[in-house]
């Protein structure tokens, strides 16, 4: 079992990473609950809620919510619904939400809990490598049609209780997801740790000991990051190196049509050309880009006009003023950001999408 404090302004919570964590799940809470609600996909319902219900204090209320698996889900439909669970199980500032799977699941359950009554309890129970990002940091939201994350909150987590006994299973689609977030944090923080990672075969089953190293390095990457900076004001942009063209591909394909890391895997490649265009950057674009065709990444784009491309990344969060805003590396582990004006950015786009042959 390992576990990393995070302490930020306004919050200190545990996380947690081990096997069999959730057959001991109560022992992980951070207090008493006399009432309880899990939050969960219906992929991730059929494998694990039985188990955790199964494991939480015998004392307590435990409901159930199960939403359609899918980045789909983070609508304002599903939360609208959620909300009226919510108050039919009763549940009050002293209750607790559970958010038992991926990202789509911490960034859905955890704004229901951000603003029912104001904010009650939630803790995080990922279940996927991609979580090891998404559920440490609180950031919550949901997405809307012109952008994903556009409707959201800072709101940390209790806890963090990650059984990597949960990843095996996952399909190789997931894996690859999940994986482009460990990569990102290798290049904003660290040679050696990048290095380590390129050198995993998705393809074939991945050892315990290995995963586990690398998902701790990540989350420490995020936590230092997060200690300084819990409402991205300032550096907790660098953890979007990737990003700006990822959501944007997302939000342009529709939600679901690729994954999130899987967008964001093309977004890296983009983000060092910019970089080497833009700083005169010295960055390992072939090695990033043959792991990627190695692991069967998806690299070729249905064809999208460069023009939507960039009116999407206009709309992103971290966009200033209606210019884009971008997570350059000047180097391995010291990434900036950069305002990057319109034309310059098609014409960037426009070659790169080239180069990849979409």
């Known amino acids: 079992m390992h576990k990393q404090t995070i302490t930020t302004s306004t919050n200190q919570y545990d996380v947690f990473v081990g096997k069999g964590m959730m057959e001991n799940i109560k022992d992980y809470l951070p207090k008493a609950y006399r009432n309880i609600l899990v939050i969960t996909d219906s992929i991730v319902n059929d494998l694990y809620t039985a188990k955790v219900v199964a494991n939480l204090p015998e004392e307590a209320k435990v409901s159930v919510s199960v939403v359609p698996t899918g980045e789909s889900s983070k609508s304002m439909e599903q939360y609208y619904q959620l909300l009226t669970d919510v108050i039919h199980h009763q549940l009050d500032r ?43 940091g609180g950031k919550v939201a949901i997405n809307h049609p012109e952008g994903k994350n556009l409707i959201g909150n800072f709101y940390p987590p209790q806890a963090v209780l990650y059984d990597i006994d949960t990843l095996h299973s996952l399909p190789d689609k997931e894996k690859r997801s999940g994986y482009a977030e460990v990569v990102k944090h290798g290049f904003i923080s660290d040679h050696a740790y990048l290095e380590d990672v390129l050198k995993v075969d998705l393809t074939k089953a991945i050892d315990s000991n ?47 049509k690729i994954t999130h890391g899987e967008a964001v895997a093309i ?77 310059d950015l098609t014409n960037l786009l426009e070659n790169f999408m080239r180069e990849l042959g979409s």
């Open 94 to 136: 002293k209750s607790l939400i559970i958010a038992l799977g991926g990202g789509m699941i911490g960034d859905l359950a955890g704004f229901v809990a951000a603003t029912y009554m104001r904010g009650i309890d939630f803790v995080q129970v990922p279940t996927t490598i991609l979580a090891h990002d998404s559920s440490v």
């Open 267 to 343: 977004g890296m490649l983009f983000a060092i050309r910019v970089s080497e265009q833009k700083l005169g950057s010295k960055l390992p674009y072939k090695a990033l880009y043959n792991w990627l065709l190695d692991n069967h990444y998806p690299l070729n784009l249905p064809s999208i006009p460069t023009t939507q491309l960039v009116e999407r990344m206009k709309k992103d969060k971290k966009s200033e003023n209606a210019t884009v805003q971008m997570v350059l590396l000047q180097e391995i582990g010291e990434p900036v950001t950069e305002n990057i004006l319109d034309q």
């Open 210 to 256: 290995v995963m586990t190293d690398h998902l701790q390095k990540g989350i420490a990457v995020k936590a230092k990051v997060v200690e300084q900076d819990e409402m991205e004001t300032n550096i907790r942009k660098y953890l979007n190196f990737g990003h700006t063209l990822g959501h944007a591909i997302e939000s342009e394909l529709g939600y679901g």
